[in-house]
């Protein structure tokens, strides 16, 4: 199945035109800028984030992730567990003790599970976020520019938006889509802003509803953003948008809409960052609606993307 939604997302990406060539703008933050909107962590909004944790209560975002974790072909995980120099029971006297200990292997795509999305993920035409060109950037043992090893930590007021309240659902269908009126009015129901330097995260029930239950629908289709919405989001400047599906977007897309473009609009239109299977499921079962986030990332030089567990501190 998920082969196959590949499969299709090659063949309707061809068909819409997705790689129109435009002419490349230049980031607001200069030319030489690579972090995009990490440049909006600021002590100002860290100190006014913090006044957020009111109960002293704390919330991972990121969810347990495995060989059997659907993910976007072709990319899979192993993990291998080994005793290093201890075959038959072997003891390690050299430590001045009969000592033992487990070790770990792990081979993997890191676009798996709770993921960011760095700047150099997604682009258009052979560009990137700031006019980088793919032959400057992109080699077999890294990116030059744009890992996300480079991301400062992520820090600053988190806000959850509950869509399948706005529906009426408690868990959206594939291919639904929400964009700038939907936004708005869960934004509206919930009493809460958004702002500049925000963390933006959606709720959909999706991973609620069909992680465990259906895991290959899961990971073959989602609900999600509209291109549109995208575009919105855009215009409020906010530091990182995510949802608590595996990438973002509406799946298959809106008539009319680009596959994944909202993925383009925010990466490399905008520099800003995209977080992915972010579990907020808990959150919005509490009634918290905004929270103060911290992201540390694993600093893989050259990293496309990162595994991340996010922490929601409320």
């Not at 989001?233 to 473009?261: C, I, Q, R």
Request: net charge negative; hydrophobic share 40%.
């Amino acid at each position: 199945m998920l082969k196959n939604f590949a499969s299709a997302v090659v063949a309707l990406g061809l068909s819409t035109g997705i790689a129109i060539a435009q002419e490349c703008a230049p980031s607001k933050w200069g030319v030489d800028d690579t972090i995009g909107s990490a440049n909006l962590v600021t002590p100002e909004r860290t100190l006014e984030a913090a006044k957020l944790i009111k109960q002293g209560k704390s919330m991972p975002l990121g969810i347990t992730i495995g060989p059997d974790t659907p993910a976007f072909p072709p990319r899979s995980l192993n993990l291998q567990v080994v005793q290093p120099n201890q075959q038959g029971g072997i003891k390690l006297s050299g430590f001045g003790y009969e000592g033992n200990y487990n070790d770990d292997i792990l081979q993997t795509w890191i676009g798996i599970g709770s993921q960011l999305d760095g700047l150099g993920h997604l682009g258009e035409d052979g560009m990137y976020y700031n006019c980088l060109d793919e032959k400057e950037i992109s080699v077999i043992t890294g990116l030059t520019k744009l890992g996300t090893h480079a991301v400062p930590p992520l820090v600053g007021r988190g806000v959850v938006l509950d869509m399948a309240a706005q529906a009426g659902v408690d868990v959206m269908q594939a291919g639904q889509s929400f964009g700038e009126a939907e936004i708005k009015a869960a934004a509206e129901a919930q009493a809460v802003t958004l702002g500049e330097g925000d963390i933006i995260l959606f709720y959909t029930g999706w991973t609620d509803g069909m992680f465990q239950s259906n895991p290959a629908a899961w990971g073959a289709a989602e609900p999600g953003l509209s291109n549109a919405g995208a575009v919105y989001l855009a215009s409020l400047n906010p530091m990182a948008v995510g949802a608590d599906t595996w990438g973002l977007d509406a799946v298959p897309p809106a008539e009319g809409d680009k596959v994944f473009y909202g993925h383009v609009t925010l990466l490399k239109d905008n520099g800003i960052y995209i977080l992915e299977t972010m579990n907020v499921g808990p959150l919005v079962r509490e009634g918290v609606s905004e929270f103060m986030f911290v992201l540390g990332q694993p600093r893989i030089q050259g990293s496309v993307q990162a595994m991340i567990n996010p922490v929601a501190l409320y």
